[in-house]
């Protein structure tokens, strides 16, 4: 299998109705659900034609009890998770899961100094790479709302190895781009302060956001911020799916049900779901904006 080593390789859906989330999902970006499940694990693989995109599973009955709900949580791929997890705790990282087998390799949920939670994987036995450019159906952006970018950089450096890519000289909020495993697939930047907490939001890739975003409330779903344009031609939304799990779409569109956003104000800020994020909006002639970030 291709080497994803220091990069995002997985991703699972945690959710309180997985047979909803199926449904949800194969409306939205076209995946296909298989069940997977061993005796003691009940599992589906969420797949985007013959590729393997990331795990479906109900949240355990104790992790409800603890007041976890619906989210998303990406894997980041590494040699020997052991030693991985050992210096994540020496950086100031917090361990949820330890190590430990499972149906897709040996895994941990962990979490940075700031909070955010993420999960590491070895020997991971699922998954291909993302194509590039990336394909509809495939996640192809990952984006951190930390409470501190620099430090949440620093630390994801020293623990993966992972490098900065200069950013653009005239955006009014850093935002660090960041080479993961050796692919430019990563952002970071500091989230406003009414954000509650710091969290990894990852991006899937769709033929058309302006037909996916209208899936998504067909669905049962939220687009909470967007459809905007980046610089490029891209869109980006922001959404919520039926059991509250955060997801974001990226992709060009037909404009068909996409309605503008102001042009008045240069600088935009917004709160989506109980949690915000925030860029730079770079006015056009026309009534459409185009984002000059991600976040």
């Known amino acids: ?90 950086l100031g990282g917090s361990v949820f899961v330890p190590p430990t087998n499972s149906n897709i390799g040996r895994v941990s949920i962990v979490a940075d100094p700031q909070t955010a939670t993420f999960g590491i994987v070895s020997a991971l ?21 930390a409470a501190d970018g620099s430090k949440a950089f620093a630390f994801y450096s020293e623990l993966f190895d992972w490098q900065p890519v200069p950013r653009d000289k005239d955006r009014l909020e850093p935002y660090q781009l960041v080479s993961a495993g050796g692919r430019t697939n990563v952002g970071m930047f500091t989230k406003l302060p009414r954000a509650p907490v710091p969290f990894w939001l990852y ?43 955060m997801f974001s779409l990226q992709g060009k569109t037909s404009q068909t049900g996409i309605e503008p956003a102001s042009t008045r104000e240069l600088g935009w800020s917004s709160e989506w779901g109980g949690f915000a994020s925030r860029g730079k909006v770079v006015a056009q002639p026309s009534t459409r904006p185009s984002s000059k970030s991600k976040g």
């Open 1 to 90: 299998m291709t080497d994803r080593r220091g990069s995002f390789a997985w991703y699972e859906l945690l959710t309180t109705h997985a047979s909803a989330a199926r449904s949800f999902y194969g409306g939205v970006v076209g995946w296909e659900a298989k069940d997977a499940s061993t005796p003691a694990f009940p599992y589906s693989v969420f797949s985007a034609g013959q590729t393997e995109i990331g795990g479906l599973m109900e949240l355990p009955s104790e992790a409800l009890r603890m007041g976890a709900e619906p989210r998303w949580v990406g894997y980041v791929a590494v040699d020997d998770i052991d030693d991985t997890v050992a210096r994540l705790k020496q």
């Open 125 to 145: 036995t699922r998954g291909e790479p993302v194509a590039e450019p990336p394909l509809p159906g495939s996640v192809g952006w990952h984006e951190l709302l």
């Open 203 to 245: 991006y899937i890739e769709v033929a058309d956001i302006a037909l996916a975003a209208a899936r998504v409330k067909e669905g049962g779903g939220r687009v909470v911020q967007g459809p905007m344009e980046l610089l490029g031609g891209s869109w980006i939304a922001r959404c919520i799916d039926p059991q509250g799990a």
